[in-house]
Nanobody, 124 residues
Framework: QVQLVESGGGSVQAGDSLRLSCAAS????????MGWFRQAPGKERDFVAH????????LYADSVKGRFTISRDNAKNTVFLQMVSLKPEDTAVYYC?????????????????WGQGTQVTISS
């Protein structure tokens, strides 16, 4: 089992940048594939980005491709989401997710462990 704690959210202007972090407990962080999702008020939780166990494979939602970068530091049990050129439509609660299995990575049911979320608000 792994526990996830997100941080780094906040309120910024359009065009600004933010870096989200997700710290994981446990000694087997490198055995988990990791993902970031987001949920805006009244909407479903949407896939944002995925990173493989080694960090060698990444996948992004089309809406964030070229603006967001997911990375991980297995030595520090942490996954990051660097966000640049932020837009008002990026406003949401951002969730970190982890899963030890293999398979699809771009939908919420593919991940069994979730953090509590961190709010990101982008004003125009």
């Amino acid at each position: 089992q792994v526990q996830l704690v997100e941080s780094g959210g906040g309120s910024v202007q359009a065009g600004d940048s933010l870096r989200l972090s997700c710290a994981a407990s446990g000694r087997t962080f490198s055995s988990y594939r990791m993902g970031w999702f987001r949920q805006a008020p009244g909407k479903e939780r949407d896939f944002v980005a995925h990173i493989s166990r080694s960090g060698g494979i990444t996948l992004y939602a089309d809406s964030v491709k070229g603006r967001f970068t997911i990375s991980r530091d297995n030595a520090k049990n942490t996954v990051f989401l660097q966000m640049v050129s932020l837009k008002p439509e990026d406003t949401a609660v951002y969730y970190c997710a982890a899963d030890p299995r293999t398979g699809a990575v771009d939908y919420s049911h593919a991940y069994v462990y979730w953090g509590q979320g961190t709010q990101v608000t982008i004003s125009s």
